[in-house]
């Protein structure tokens, strides 16, 4: 990614992208000290358009709170840096990486608290986990890794460190030849993926894991107005991995993976074995509004200009 043409916002300023460097001694690359988000803009038929960005930066400044960060712009200006940095670099739809960090003016567990650090970068990404993923659905494995104990690391926090969990799971994933995680809690019950959250169909219901145990996603929040628009019951509730298995349906939502359907979980076909009727209907209206064709959601676009 650091060989590219175009801009980044760094600390109130467009840099050209390959300058938008930092010291190899910069805490938050030692201690992992640091919060970041993930946002989409999509092209509409009104131009490119952000979803949720206020929603996304509220939830940037709260794992900021939560993890005692004190960010040295307010929500405007990292709003307005979206729509510059969207605007510098020319894109119709892309994903941004907000991200706050401790610099290099010392080293020692104590970060030095005014020296906070914040980026927002954007670039075309497409489907995280595929095109096909979308269509025909991606194949999990339960992870042998434990998701974050709520007392442990700060599970409301999109905090960096919180992704070494992420990607010890994601990777062990891959070398079984499994597409994502799915993680259990510390008392084994479903909390979501190593990027996602988690949904499950059963007998034309719809159920996902409360937030104790996992991020509070958007996309998730999204998801469970379209269910209620539609006339699905949504029921929040603790989810075990064999009520994965017996599911009629299952599916990830978050700003990288949109809706992508679970086929197959620890090589069990899920109902099916293919994108199912309800997710189906689920990934179509959550589409329709991120690309702008579902006027009722019109208030959750920031239009670029
Ligand atoms: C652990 C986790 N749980 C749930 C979600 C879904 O939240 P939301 O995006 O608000 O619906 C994400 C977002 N994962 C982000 C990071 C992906 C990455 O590879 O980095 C994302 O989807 O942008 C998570 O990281």
Redesign the pocket.
């Known amino acids: 990614l650091s060989d590219r043409d175009g801009k980044i916002w760094y600390n109130g300023e467009l840099v050209e992208w390959r300058n938008a460097q930092t010291h190899v001694l910069t805490h938050t690359l030692h201690y992992g000290m640091g919060v970041f ?2 946002v989409r803009a999509y092209d509409t038929p009104k131009g490119p358009a952000i979803f949720r960005l206020g929603d ?1 930066t509220d ?1 940037l400044f709260n794992s900021a709170k939560i993890v005692g960060i004190q960010l040295p712009f307010t929500k405007e200006q990292i709003n307005q840096a979206h729509i510059d940095v969207v605007k510098a670099n020319g894109l119709k739809s892309c ?1 941004f990486r907000p991200m706050a960090f401790y610099g290099s003016f010392k080293l020692g567990i104590a970060p030095k608290p005014d020296d906070v650090q914040v980026i927002v970068a954007a670039w075309a990404w497409g489907a ?1 986990l595929g095109e096909e993923g979308l269509r025909k659905g991606i194949r999990c494995k339960i992870s042998s890794f434990t998701r974050h104990h709520p007392n442990i690391t700060m599970i409301k926090a ?1 905090a960096n460190g ?2 070494m969990n ?1 990607i010890m799971a994601n990777t062990e994933a891959h070398q079984g030849g499994y597409d994502e995680a799915i993680l259990l809690d510390a008392t084994g019950y479903v909390a ?6 988690i949904f499950v169909i059963k007998d034309g219901k719809l159920f996902t894991p409360a937030l104790d145990v ?7 929040r999204t998801v469970i107005e379209i269910a209620k628009e539609i006339g699905v019951e949504v029921i929040e509730k603790r989810i075990t991995r064999d009520e994965l298995y017996i599911a009629d349906e299952v599916f990830f ?5 949109e809706v992508t359907p679970i086929r197959e979980i620890d090589n069990r076909q899920i109902g099916i074995g293919e994108r199912g009727p309800i997710t189906t209907e689920i990934q179509k209206r959550f589409f329709d509004i991120v690309e702008g064709r579902n006027p009722a959601y019109e208030h959750y676009l920031t239009y670029v200009g």
């Open positions: 988000e993930g996304h939830r994903y995280y999109k919180n992704y992420s979501e993926g190593s990027g996602e959250n996992a991020l509070d996603g958007i996309t998730r939502t978050g700003t990288a993976a």
